[in-house]
T-cell receptor, first 115, second 113 residues
Framework: AQKVTQAQTEISVVEKEDVTLDCVYE???????LFWYKQPPSGELVFLIR??????QNEISGRYSWNFQKSTSSFNFTITASQVVDSAVYFC????????????FGAGTRLTVKP | NAGVTQTPKFRVLKTGQSMTLLCAQD?????MYWYRQDPGMGLRLIHY???????AKGEVPDGYNVSRLKKQNFLLGLESAAPSQTSVYFC????????????FGPGTRLTVT
């Protein structure tokens, strides 16, 4: 069975602080894919990143960075110098190779960035 | 391009009533999905389709039916609504399997009283 755990339900930071959102996953597949999506207050889900299980390189995109560690089954997301516009619910998700249409989402982490 | 659109945006139903949610995409995607989002539970897959004329069950299919008569449309039906189906429903599509990025619609907020 596949499972994604986002233990942090809510996080509140002050603008310009760095913040890390945790994601821990469980899967029996050796090939799988991990995702992060952002859901701003407007409600739509916005794709942020996709990584496959064979690519453990960390990724940086502007103020966003992702740390993928297979040894701890984690795919954490860090926002550097947070801004008010980063306030949203962030979802981590997992898709396996052999049941790849059954994407499992974590419960989400609500991030509030205060000015 | 409109991307993924959903109709309606809001709906209130009484227990036992039926309704159909429409999802349309203009990206020529093969794969389409219906999710529900409930507080504290993330998104859960209801049904999905890997192509025109095909549908399959997801994690929480009970109480729902779907149809994919045209490639661009994916309909979600509730035959006899129950309060437990109060949720926000999202449609998504992807060019290939669920291992690839999914594009989401704006959501439909359904309340069953």
């Amino acid at each position: 069975a596949q499972k994604v755990t986002q233990a942090q339900t809510e996080i509140s930071v002050v603008e310009k602080e760095d913040v890390t959102l945790d994601c821990v996953y469980e899967t029996r597949d050796t090939t799988y894919y991990l995702f992060w999506y952002k859901q701003p207050p407007s409600g739509e889900l916005v794709f942020l990143i996709r990584r496959n299980s064979f690519d453990e390189q960390n990724e940086i995109s502007g103020r966003y960075s992702w740390n993928f560690q297979k040894s701890t089954s984690s795919f954490n997301f860090t926002i550097t110098a947070s801004q008010v516009v980063d306030s949203a619910v962030y979802f981590c998700a997992l898709s396996g190779k052999y049941n790849n249409n059954d994407m499992r989402f974590g419960a989400g982490t609500r991030l509030t960035v205060k000015p | 391009n409109a991307g993924v659109t959903q109709t309606p945006k809001f709906r209130v139903l009484k227990t036992g009533q039926s309704m159909t949610l429409l999802c349309a995409q203009d990206m020529n995607h093969e794969y389409m999905y219906w999710y529900r989002q409930d507080p504290g539970m993330g998104l859960r897959l209801i049904h999905y389709s890997v192509g025109e004329g095909t549908t399959a069950k997801g994690e929480v299919p009970d109480g729902y039916n779907v149809s994919r008569l045209k490639k661009q449309n994916f309909l979600l039906g509730l035959e006899s609504a129950a309060p437990s189906q109060t949720s926000v429903y999202f449609c998504a599509s992807s060019t290939m399997t669920g291992s690839y990025e999914q594009y989401f619609g704006p959501g439909t907020r359904l309340t069953v009283t």
